[in-house]
């Protein structure tokens, strides 16, 4: 018989399908109002200092990391968290700060450290309050150790023709100016609160790595390994790098490393342009519709930092 003539939609090269799977290939232009779950990245990067001093962006805060982490715990499309520290260590009592706050966050969900060029002393602090430790084969890593230096400038004041006056409500109550030095007892009080801040460092990597403190003591005294010596002495669990956190992340919370999206810490004054532009993209890369604008920033020169997924891939 004479040939079927073909439809007006086959004319103008349509394709006609079902309704469900229209709406199959189209899902990804609904996935920004789903609010998948997924794995945030959270870089950590500079000198741990404390939040009453410092140059503003010049390093890690608690109070900025407390906020960002308190979010991240809270937020329930959050399944799991990779830190990724870069830091050379830095204050004290900001690391013990920070070190109870990631603490925190991981009696919520896995939190996975991945280490940078360097995660040494403070830095390394941090990556003890994680349930897994991602290293570089050449990480500095390990300084588990504390130092303290009190400058003395009194004979520098002496030539300059200053003579500072004090006024004490106690005999030591000036012991840390630096217009004079430290007397005999002064130095014993020091090195007694070098001592302990010592001891609780060690006793932090050994709770952390579920090992005694006479395992960590010869692994520690300020000793500075790399990645794969770090690893054979179980100071990391694994050697890799932020892929691999992702994935060992999502193994801990059942989620695929492919959901993740840089967070950012904001500034003390506010978020900035990175700031704002993460909090922007944050709902459209999380779910696979935006690849993260943060992997061209060539400021920072770290393209590998920041994992956005492109359409269900990796970026």
């Known amino acids: 018989g004479p040939a079927s003539q073909p439809s007006a939609s086959e004319e103008r090269g349509a394709e006609q399908v079902a309704v469900a799977q229209y709406l199959a290939r189209r899902a990804p232009l609904w996935r920004p109002l789903r609010q998948k779950p997924w794995i945030a990245v959270v870089p950590l990067r500079g000198t741990i200092m404390g939040d009453e001093g410092g140059r503003i962006g010049a390093g890690l805060t608690p109070h900025a990391l407390s906020r960002a982490l308190d979010r991240l715990g809270k937020d329930r499309n959050v399944r799991g968290v990779v830190l990724y520290i870069d830091s050379p260590g830095g ?12 603490g925190r966050l991981g009696q919520q969900k896995p939190v996975v450290a991945c280490f940078g060029e360097v995660a040494a002393s403070g830095g390394y602090y941090l990556a003890c309050a994680c349930q897994k430790i991602v290293a570089q084969p050449l990480t500095i890593t390990g300084s588990i150790g504390v ?16 003579r500072p006056q004090w006024v004490r409500t106690t005999e030591s109550a000036d012991m840390l100016s630096l217009a004079r030095g430290l007397s005999a007892r002064e130095q014993a009080i020091m090195s007694d609160h070098v001592a302990a801040l010592y001891a609780r460092f060690v006793s932090v990597v050994a709770q952390g790595r579920g090992r005694s403190v006479e395992e960590v003591e010869p692994l520690a005294r300020g000793r500075v390994w790399n990645g794969s010596d770090a690893r054979e002495r179980g100071l990391v669990d694994e050697l890799g790098g932020l892929p691999r956190a992702l994935a060992t992340a999502g193994a801990l919370c059942g989620l695929p490393s492919s959901e993740a999206a840089v967070y950012r810490l904001p500034s003390q004054k506010g978020l900035g342009l990175a ?22 920033d060539l400021s920072r020169r770290e393209p590998a930092l920041y994992h956005a997924p492109w359409w269900g891939s990796d970026v």
């Open 91 to 102: 204050s004290a009592l900001a690391s013990e700060q920070m070190h109870r706050a990631i």
């Open 275 to 296: 700031g704002l532009r993460a909090l922007l993209l944050a709902p459209w890369s999380r779910s696979g519709w935006l690849a993260d604008l943060a992997l061209l």
């Open 147 to 162: 130092v303290s230096a009190k400058p003395n400038l009194a004979s520098l004041l002496e030539q300059a023709g200053v």
